[in-house]
C-alpha cells in the first residue's frame, strides 16, 4: 500500500506543474508618467496577444487619440526575416519633433516595440504668429544682425519643453523651428520659438559636424585622439560624424540617465591633471572605445551601430553607488544605454576596450535579436559578449590583450 501511494504521488506532482505553467503576456516598460516605452512579445506568446498590424499596435497598446497620426519612413532592409518599421508621429497633421515608435518584426511577427510617444490632449495647432516674425524673435534672441541674414527656414512643430528649467517633466507646445542663413559666428544653432508668443522655448546645436579632434589622455589606453563637439562654449564628449551619434555622460553616481549632465573641456585637450582626480578620465576612455568599436564593424563588417540602422550610442560613466554597480558594466535592456560603474572592492573604473566591447555587444544581441536576458538566453548574450570583447580589443589594441 504504502508503495502503491508513494507511486500515485509521484505521478501526480509533474501533472501539478505542468497544470499551472503561466501564460505568457507581453512586456511592457513605461516612462514614469505612464506612458509606454517600449513593449516586448517574447517566444511563445498567444499569437491573440499580438497585435495583427503597426494600426492594431498603436490603437490597442498607446491607445492613441484619434487626433494621433503615425507616418511610416521609408527604410532600406537588408535581412529578409527581420523587418524594422519606423514611424514618426503627427498630431492634427503636424509632426511632433523627436516622437515616434519602431516596430521589429522577426519572419512576418511583431516580437518588439519601442520609441517616444508624446500624448497630446487639446493642443492649439493654428499659429497665431507668421513664420518670418518667429525668426525676428529668433535673430534678435541670438543677437545676429538683421543685415547679415540671407533667408531663413521656419517650420511648424510640436516640441516637448521642460515645464522647469532643466526639469524632466515635460509640455508639448507648437512652435516655429527656425533655422537662420546668416554670416555670423553666433549662428550655430536652431531656435524653437512658440508660434502664440514668439518666445524662444529652447535652443539645439545646428551644426551636426561641428567638430574637433581632442587630445585624450585616457587611464588604460595612453594618448589618443578622439571627435568631440563644440558647443555651449566648451568641448564635449559627443561625435555627430559617423553614421550614428556617439555621447558620453557622467552620471556623478546616480542610477537614472534622467540626472546625467556632459562631461565638458575648455580647449579640448583633456589632460590627466584635469580629468584624473575625478576619475572622469575613464570616460575618455569609453568614448575614444565606441568610435573605433563603431568603425571597425561599420568599416569591415557594415554595421552601423547596434541595431545595423544607426541607433544612437550613449555611454553614462560613474554609474551608481552601490559596490555591486560601481564594479559593473552594464547594457540598459529598458532605456537602450551603457553604463559604467568607476570601481569600488575589485576594481577601479571599468572602462577598458574589452569592458566596452562586451556590453557593446549586449546592444546589438538586444536591438538585433530581441532575446531576454533569462535562462540559456542570458548566458548566450554574456558568451557572444565575451567573445565580442576579446576580438575587438585584439583588433583594436593587440598589445593589451
Known amino acids: 500500500m504504502k508503495k502503491l501511494i508513494y507511486a500515485a504521488i509521484f505521478i501526480a506532482v509533474p501533472f501539478l506543474c505542468f497544470s499551472q505553467e503561466k501564460v505568457k503576456e507581453p512586456i511592457i516598460t513605461k516612462d514614469k508618467t505612464g506612458i509606454i516605452q517600449s513593449v516586448e512579445f517574447p517566444d511563445g506568446i498567444q499569437t491573440s496577444k499580438v497585435p495583427s498590424s503597426s494600426v492594431a499596435f498603436f490603437n490597442d497598446f498607446l491607445q492613441v ?51 517616444h510617444y508624446v500624448k497630446i ?43 522647469i528649467e532643466g526639469d524632466s517633466v515635460f509640455l508639448p507646445k507648437l512652435a516655429y523651428r527656425v533655422y537662420i542663413y546668416a554670416d555670423y559666428d553666433n549662428n550655430i544653432e536652431i531656435g524653437f520659438v512658440d508660434a502664440h508668443t514668439c518666445e524662444v522655448l529652447l535652443t539645439e546645436p545646428a551644426l551636426a559636424g561641428y567638430s574637433a579632434t581632442g587630445t585624450f589622455a585616457t587611464r588604460y589606453s595612453d594618448s589618443r585622439q ?14 555627430s560624424t559617423r553614421g550614428a551619434l556617439i555621447h558620453t555622460w557622467n552620471l556623478n553616481g546616480s542610477t537614472s540617465i534622467l540626472d546625467r549632465i556632459e562631461l565638458s573641456d575648455n580647449d579640448n585637450n583633456w589632460t590627466s591633471a584635469e580629468h584624473s582626480a575625478s576619475e572622469n578620465d575613464m570616460g575618455l576612455d569609453v568614448h575614444w572605445a565606441l568610435q573605433q568599436i563603431y568603425d571597425r564593424l561599420n568599416n569591415i563588417h557594415d554595421i552601423n551601430s547596434f541595431d545595423d540602422s544607426g541607433f544612437a550610442i ?10 555591486n554597480n560601481r564594479d559593473n558594466a552594464f547594457w540598459n535592456l529598458v532605456d537602450n544605454v551603457l553604463l559604467f560603474g568607476d570601481g569600488a572592492v575589485d576594481f577601479r573604473p571599468v572602462a577598458s576596450i ?37 576580438i575587438l580589443e585584439q583588433r583594436i589594441r593587440p598589445s593589451s590583450t
Open 314 to 323: 550613449d555611454a553614462h560613466i560613474h554609474y551608481g553607488t552601490s559596490n
Open 121 to 163: 490632449n487639446d493642443l492649439d495647432t493654428t499659429p497665431t504668429i507668421a513664420p518670418e516674425k518667429a525668426k525676428d524673435c529668433f535673430a534678435n534672441y541670438k543677437s545676429i544682425p538683421s543685415d547679415s541674414i540671407a533667408d531663413f527656414i521656419a517650420d511648424l512643430v510640436i516640441k516637448e519643453v521642460p515645464v
Open 226 to 239: 578622439g571627435i568631440t563637439q563644440n558647443y555651449s562654449g566648451a568641448f564635449h564628449l559627443a561625435d
Open 65 to 115: 487619440s484619434f487626433n494621433d497620426e503615425f507616418r511610416k519612413k521609408p527604410r532600406k532592409e537588408k535581412r529578409e526575416e527581420f523587418i524594422h518599421e519606423h514611424f514618426d508621429q503627427y498630431y492634427k497633421g503636424i509632426k511632433v519633433d523627436d516622437a515616434g515608435f519602431t516596430l521589429h518584426y522577426k519572419n512576418g511577427k511583431l516580437f518588439y516595440a519601442n520609441g
Open 354 to 390: 574589452d569592458a566596452v566591447a562586451h556590453e557593446f555587444g549586449h546592444g546589438i544581441s538586444d536591438l538585433q535579436m530581441g532575446w531576454p536576458y533569462t535562462g540559456d538566453r542570458a548566458a548566450f548574450h554574456e558568451g557572444m559578449s565575451d567573445i565580442w570583447a576579446a
